[in-house]
């Protein structure tokens, strides 16, 4: 995926990024290209990542036309079960990610490094990063766990985690939680969640840390059509969030955010295939 706005300075992060880090493998970073000098879109844009079941991953940068531009090999995570993007100082852009590996253990993945920063994590099924839920100087992420909990988790300028704190329960009635930036116009993060029926929800960001989203709206029904939804931000350059679907042939499709409570998305816009070789989407 492209990264719109300065298309170098995400591509250029990710070069850093691929010169040398301790636990990582292989890596082809992405040439730079582009220019700095557009403003700072109002919704973040970060990068699509897939990784194969050899733990190979590979990104695509934003081709600045509401689609994708050729992928780029990036590092091997051996034993990674899921990567939160992140955006770490509020920049709009993706600046690092945490990691999540199959033994527990999570890493804070910045400026090529690689830092432990918690363990335990075998206890979620499910871990997004929306943005800042209180006009912290930091994302939060939010975990939800086996019983069902969604807990927010703040994280710090040096990349470690404040203590969780408990949003509510019955989480565990979805099969998918996405979501980055501002779907309904109000400049709050807000996400999305599919329950078992298909029927995909929104929760609005209320800008309070003690209560982050309030009550469920539906958004509409047939979403189980899809097997992974991922959110990386403004995929179009319109500065509004979007979502990505895929479907089991591997078909990629862009739901462009409207910037609406009451329609957040436009129809669905085929934007690539092949991506069932992918075992999952960050």
């Not at 929800?201 to 509409?220: I, N, Q």
Request: glycine residues 12%.
């Amino acid at each position: 995926m492209k990264h719109l706005v300065p298309r170098r300075r995400g591509l250029a992060r990710l070069a850093a990024v691929a010169t040398t880090v301790a636990l990582a493998a292989t890596v082809t970073g992405p040439a730079a290209a582009g220019t700095a000098t557009e403003p700072t879109p109002t919704a973040p844009a970060y990068y699509l990542s897939g990784i194969l079941p050899s733990g190979q991953m590979y990104v695509y940068m934003r081709d600045g036309k509401g689609g994708l531009d050729p992928r780029s090999g990036a590092y091997v995570w051996k034993g990674l079960t899921t990567a939160v993007p992140v955006d770490p100082d509020l920049t709009g852009y993706q600046d690092g990610a945490y990691h999540v590996m199959s033994d527990g253990v999570v890493n804070q993945w910045r400026g090529g490094n690689l830092k432990r920063v918690a363990t335990g994590w075998q206890q979620y099924t499910s871990v997004v990063s929306p943005g800042t839920l209180a006009r912290a100087a930091h994302p939060d992420l939010l975990a939800r766990d086996r019983q069902g909990v969604l807990w927010r988790i703040q994280t710090r300028a040096d990349g470690t985690l404040a203590p969780r704190v408990r949003i509510g329960a019955g989480w565990n009635a979805y099969t998918q939680i996405a979501g980055v930036g501002d779907y309904t116009g109000d400049t709050r993060p807000d996400i999305v969640a599919r329950d078992k029926q298909g029927v995909l929800w929104l929760y609005k960001g209320t800008g309070d840390g003690r209560a982050p989203f309030a009550p469920r709206a539906r958004v509409g029904a047939g979403w189980n059509i899809f097997n992974r939804l991922v959110a990386t931000g403004d995929v179009d350059a319109d500065r509004r969030s979007d979502l990505l679907a895929r479907d089991p042939k591997g078909d990629l499709w862009l739901y462009k955010g409207t910037g609406s409570a009451a329609a957040p998305f436009k129809p669905r816009v085929k934007i690539g295939w092949g991506f069932q070789e992918y075992r999952d989407l960050f």
